[in-house]
């Protein structure tokens, strides 16, 4: 019996990290799907790269880090909108005020460390690229980085 136990453990052990590996493996494609796009449509020098993907890295991670602090939490306790107060949904709109603002500022910050490793006409085209990288989890770009043609 407690070798049933075990074995069984171990299959779901061995599941779970199998199921973490294939999501990191599917981010660090689009990590490097993005990388390869920004580099090619900003024409990144190696210089310029070298000292721009890391910075480029950590602002994603520091945005995401902000998605997940303001994430409204989901639950058995969790109502929609027609069913909380007026004062609850007072609360909901501040707290996407202040996520908002937060965003805004981690962006302005970053916005400081573009400039110093770009030319400023390469940082107006970053978000440019950027946005439609991310727009709705689509990218518009092809993995070589080249604009898709219209359907």
Do not use: C, W
């Not at 993005?34 to 993907?53: M, N, P, V």
């Not at 994430?71 to 609850?88: A, I, T």
């Amino acid at each position: 019996m407690k070798i049933l136990k075990i074995t069984v453990i171990a299959i779901f052990t061995l599941i779970g990290a199998s199921g973490m590996a294939q999501k990191n493996e599917k981010q660090n494609q689009r990590i490097a799907q993005a990388d390869s796009i920004l580099t090619a449509q900003l024409e990144l020098t190696e210089k310029e790269q070298a000292e721009f993907l890391p910075v480029y890295h950590q602002y994603i991670k520091d945005k995401k880090a902000n998605r997940l602090k303001f994430r409204p939490k989901k639950g058995k306790g969790s109502k929609k909108m027609e069913e909380l107060s007026d004062e609850e949904i007072e609360a909901v709109i501040q707290k996407r005020f202040e996520f908002t603002q937060a965003d805004l500022n981690l962006k302005k910050s970053y916005h400081e460390k573009f400039k110093k490793v770009l030319p400023i006409k390469k940082v107006a085209k970053f978000y440019h690229v950027e946005k439609r990288i991310y727009r709705k989890g689509k990218g518009k770009y092809d993995s070589e980085g080249e604009k898709r043609s219209k359907r």
